[in-house]
Structures are given as C-alpha cells and as structure tokens.
C-alpha cells in the first residue's frame, strides 16, 4: 500500500511539476494552443486461461475458464493545450473495454469464490487521464510523441455461468503512451498512437487511430 501510495504521488505530481517549469508559448501566432483529439483502435491484454485455471484450483475452486473474450474495440477522446511547441498538457478518456469470460464448474461458495475471483483475474475498464505529451517535428507535417501521467479508473470483471459474475474496481496508476501524428491539412491531423493503461498489476494496450483539430485563429 506504502508503495502504491507513492507511486500515486509522483504520477500527480509529474504533470504538475511539468506545468509550472514552462511558461506557455503558442506555437505559432495563427494558431490556437487547444487541441482536440478522438481515438479508437485495437484494445489486448496479456491473458493465458491455463494459468488462470491453475489458480483458482490451487484455491480450491473446481472451475473451469473456457472462453476469454480479450480482443477488443477501445476509443479515447483527448483535450490538449500546447504549452510550448514541443510540449502539451492533456485531460483525456480511455475506454479500454470490458474482458468477458465464461466458465463452468462447481463454485462452493459464493461469496468466497467472488473474492478470490478478484484476486485472480485481470483486470480492464475506462478512466480519466492526465498527461503531459512531450513530442518531435520530424519534419513540417510529420510529428512523433509520449505521453505520461495518472490514470483515474475503474474497471470490471465479467465471468458468464456460475452463475454470472460481475465484479468492479477502481484505482490510480500510470498510462503512458506513445504515437505518430501527420498534419494532413492546416486544423487537421491523423495518427497512430499507442496507450498502456495500467489497472493495479494488469494492463492493458490500445492500438489506435485517431483525428486531431486544432483550430487556427
């Protein structure tokens, strides 16, 4: 909990420290600071049945996990203000979809077998972030990023059979992210981008495109 605590404190204070060392400069006099960003891609995780099967029965749960729903559709939607021309502040929503398992067996208890649900399998989910983006022009077009901050999030279990399951949670841990963007026209943009949300030890990577308008006075 000491750890997870100080990790909550240096992923709030990292944006904020961020803002206060650069004094805002617009990146060009046409241009507005405020961007707008919208995103939806590929959403996986790191998921093996087999290995959630030999827990639960070293539990002492004869269950059985025989389908994991884990690839997944996921969208963001990001709010930037260019701070300076290689560096933005941003507050954005991820949604990294729900991961659905079915599983048949026999649960004694189960309230218990809940418990111990929550302690075995990973999790996924949506919440907010708050980043700093520090990014590249490799030329006048063509850009390269990072993103890092805190990531507010609940997330869910979903187990059908057993009867089904559903089981929630939420936190504070890292997202970061890195990506591509190509400036296609004065407001306009579109990229590649990849975000790893973090939920307690589990985590999951989206894969996305996305839009990006920014306005131009």
């Known amino acids: 909990m000491e750890n997870h605590n100080k990790s909550f404190l240096v992923a709030i204070a990292l944006p904020l420290v961020s803002a206060m060392l650069f004094v805002p400069v617009r990146a060009s006099a046409d241009e507005s600071p405020w961007s707008f960003t919208v995103g939806v891609g590929a959403v996986t995780s790191d998921l093996q049945a087999g290995a959630i099967n030999d827990e639960l029965a070293a539990l002492g749960h004869q269950v059985s996990v025989y389908d994991i729903d884990d690839d997944r559709t996921g969208f963001s939607a990001w709010v930037g203000y260019q701070w300076r021309k290689n560096l933005r502040f941003e507050v954005g929503y991820l949604d990294y979809g729900d991961i659905t398992l079915s599983a048949s067996g026999q649960a004694a208890d189960p309230e218990v077998f809940k418990r111990d649900l929550a302690d075995t399998l990973p999790l996924s989910g949506h919440g907010v972030a ?14 390269v990023y990072g993103r890092v901050g805190p990531f507010f999030w609940k997330g869910n279990r979903d187990v059908e059979g057993l009867p089904s399951i559903d089981d929630s949670d939420d936190g504070v841990d890292w997202l970061i992210g890195a990506g591509v963007e190509w400036r296609f026209a004065p407001s306009w ?10 939920f307690d030890s589990d985590e999951s990577d989206m894969f996305s495109l996305s839009v990006t308008y920014r306005q131009r006075d």
């Open 130 to 143: 708050v980043t700093v983006r520090p990014g590249y022009d490799l030329t006048e077009r063509l850009a």
């Open 189 to 198: 943009a579109i990229g590649l981008g990849w975000d790893r949300g973090h």
